[in-house]
T-cell receptor, first 108, second 121 residues
Framework: LAKTTQPISMDSYEGQEVNITCSHN???????ITWYQQFPSQGPRFIIQ???TKVTNEVASLFIPADRKSSTLSLPRVSLSDTAVYYC?????????FGDGTTLTVKP | DAGVIQSPRHEVTEMGQEVTLRCKPI?????LFWYRQTMMRGLELLIY????????DSGMPEDRFSAKMPNASFSTLKIQPSEPRDSAVYFC???????????????????FGEGSRLTVL
């Protein structure tokens, strides 16, 4: 499973929508795209997963274009508690290779 | 619902000592993963099991590392002998995978434990 590419860090303010984009240049046909969130001293926590087009759940939306070479995680109206590291992964049957993640800092 | 349970949460040991980390996956899950996290290397997949059978151990750094899953509710990761460079947070994760291999039926949501922080002096 290939590692993905995403920005190292992003800043935002409370109440804003945050979009984090990830490159999946080596994604395989059978891979799904998955995003995790990690707080300090905790294990990663699943946010959302998709194969193509758009997926939405109670916390985020995931946009995947037709070529699946990228994905965008959208967090609506972030709060201070959304400050964390966000990972995008290519996933096959649970097996996932984590990249370096994006450190999102939400400011008041 | 109990999540993935790992023990110990913290371990400090001296170089050369044996270290055993333990994991209890979520009941009903059929896959278990061991990850290691360091500042330098990030999160690395060490090994994963499906139905208690090791499927891929290519991430295990060297022969000093071994992992077992004697039954569906228990797994261990052992380091013998330990070295300072093994200092890291070790995470266990479990999941229910509908199908393994190339045609994964969904990616499988991983549920991570709180981790075991290992310090080797």
């Amino acid at each position: 499973l290939a590692k993905t590419t995403q920005p190292i860090s992003m800043d935002s303010y409370e109440g804003q929508e945050v979009n984090i984009t990830c490159s999946h240049n080596n994604i395989a046909t059978n891979d799904y795209i998955t995003w995790y969130q990690q707080f300090p001293s905790q294990g990663p926590r699943f946010i959302i997963q998709g194969y193509k087009t758009k997926v939405t759940n109670e916390v985020a939306s995931l946009f995947i274009p037709a070529d699946r070479k990228s994905s965008t995680l959208s967090l609506p109206r972030v709060s201070l508690s959304d400050t964390a590291v966000y990972y995008c992964l290519d996933t096959n049957a649970g097996k996932s290779t984590f990249g370096d993640g994006t450190t999102l800092t939400v400011k008041p | 619902d109990a999540g993935v349970i790992q023990s110990p949460r913290h371990e400090v040991t001296e170089m050369g000592q044996e270290v055993t980390l333990r994991c209890k996956p979520i009941s009903g899950h059929n896959s278990l993963f061991w990850y290691r996290q360091t500042m330098m290397r990030g999160l690395e997949l060490l090994i994963y099991f499906n139905n208690n059978v090791p499927i891929d151990d290519s991430g295990m750094p060297e022969d000093r590392f071994s992992a077992k899953m004697p039954n569906a509710s228990f797994s261990t990761l052992k380091i013998q002998p330990s070295e300072p460079r093994d200092s890291a947070v070790y995470f266990c994760a479990s999941s229910y995978i509908f199908r393994t291999g190339g045609l994964g039926q969904g990616g499988g949501e991983l549920f991570f434990g709180e981790g075991s922080r290992l310090t080797v002096l």
